[in-house]
């Protein structure tokens, strides 16, 4: 048997559809390594889990590395100040680059920034002393300006394109480290010729409001919704893996999983994988229907499993919502509806909307709809209920 191809939750080996965006990245990618200076504002990608956002990301390092980039990645967390968390990043990749800047002062820029922005701690408790914005610590900006400044300059010194800045999941930066990653990024612009810099986000559906929110100018940031795949986008999605292995999809297979996934990433790779196993291929062999269908029940045990953990994560009053929502139906879901299922005024319902958003368990959709982001968790909430 051919060995199975296909990447439920991790990085896909063929990243299907996504041209538009990665020609965007291109795009800013291009300006730094053609004139040496900032490629753009910050461009940031957004949409809920498993739409394959950090798969797009990780694309585009892969292609910045090829055009001679230095990169650092930057996976952020309510754990981890995200402002050190870039800090180390950037040194780690200038060095395994071996374009570390000359001299002192670089050591100096990192062991203060750790020292200003980097407090264990300290994150948490800044969030909760305040709550309405607050003029951005100068020094935070300052200092985080000059070292992202020495190591784009340096990565230029030692004949590389430029630093290309990825910062995954940006949802979970504090207001307070947004505004100094948006001022520092305003600042480096205003000397874009001296700033050879790009530097790319993703993030949750909530990334724009809440970079708005952090600093007013964050609106003219670059926002790019990321949307399920379309039909002929899934169908390269199952079968350009598998050809990789010599194996090919039956056309009611391969129309089978399509319609079943919805143009949703995560389901895609899912059922690839579960048919594939059922299937055990060996090169020149075909995945038939009869091989998705012995696979669902496992796909449909794995999706269980996650919505039992969102389930779990959800606080008592959003475990309310949610039912309210499911009994409301699978489709957009108004405001009204779910306030009056849980028998309270709509007004009231706010908080629990917001965390749930934040949370990536359900999505807006305009006109104050929302819906689920997992397909099948409003029929799995309903059988919470009849249990
Ligand atoms: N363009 C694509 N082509 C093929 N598979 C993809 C594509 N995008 C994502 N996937 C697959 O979908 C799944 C989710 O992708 P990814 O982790 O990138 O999503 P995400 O938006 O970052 O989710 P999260 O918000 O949970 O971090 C993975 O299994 C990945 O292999
Ligand atoms: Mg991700």
């Known amino acids: 048997m051919a060995s199975n191809p296909y990447t439920p939750g991790q990085v896909p080996r ?41 798969s797009l990301l990780r694309a585009a390092q892969r292609g910045a590395v090829e055009s001679g980039f230095v990169t650092a990645w930057v996976a952020c967390s309510r754990q981890q100040p ?51 914005p607050a003029a951005p610590p100068q020094a935070a900006i300052g200092m985080l300006e000059s070292l992202l400044h020495e190591a784009a300059t340096s990565v230029r010194a030692h004949g590389g394109a430029g630093l290309f800045l990825l910062l995954d999941e940006l949802h979970t930066a504090s207001a307070d480290e947004m505004s100094v990653l948006l001022n520092t990024l305003q600042n480096l612009d205003g000397e ?20 708005t929110r952090a600093a007013t100018f964050g609106e003219r940031s670059t926002f790019v919704s990321l949307d399920v795949l379309s039909d002929d986008d899934a169908r390269a999605a199952l079968v350009g ?46 995945l038939t229907l009869a091989h998705v269908k012995r696979g669902l029940p496992v796909a449909r045990d794995q999706l269980a499993a996650m919505h039992r953990a969102r389930w779990g994560a959800a606080s008592r009053l959003e475990q309310r919502f949610l ?7 699978d489709g957009n879901v108004t405001r009204a509806a779910i306030a009056a299922g849980m028998g309270v005024d709509s007004r009231a319902i706010s908080v629990p909307r917001e965390r749930l958003i934040e949370k990536g368990v359900i999505e807006p959709v305009g006109h104050g709809l929302v819906r689920f982001t997992l397909p099948g968790f409003g029929a799995f909430v309903r059988s919470l209920e009849e249990a």
């Not at 900032?38 to 739409?51: D, Q, S, Y």
């Not at 180390?88 to 990749?93: M, P, Q, Y």
Request: hydrophobic share 45%; proline share 7%; glycine share 10%.
């Open 192 to 211: 874009r010729t001296e700033n050879p810099l790009a530097t790319v986000a993703a993030g949750l559906p909530v990334t724009p409001e809440a970079l």
């Open 14 to 54: 063929i990243l299907a559809g996504r041209a538009v965006e990665m020609r965007r990245i291109e795009g800013l990618l291009a300006r730094v390594a053609t004139y040496g200076e900032l490629g753009g504002p910050l461009m940031v990608f957004h949409a809920p889990r498993g739409i394959g956002k950090t």
């Open 323 to 329: 039912a309210a929502m499911a009994a409301a139906g």
């Open 82 to 132: 995200v402002l050190s968390a870039i800090a180390h990043s950037v040194a780690r990749a200038l060095e395994r680059a071996d374009a570390v800047p000359t001299g002192n002062r670089w050591r100096g820029q990192l062991d203060r920034l750790t020292v200003e922005v980097g407090v264990p701690g300290a994150k948490v408790q800044a969030e909760v002393a305040r709550r309405e």
């Open 241 to 286: 893996p598998a050809e990789a292995e010599g194996v090919a999809w039956t056309d009611p297979a391969l129309a089978a999983v399509v319609t079943e996934s919805r143009g949703y990433p995560y389901l895609l790779q899912l059922l690839g994988s579960t048919t594939w196993d059922a299937a055990a291929p060996d090169a020149g062999t075909r």
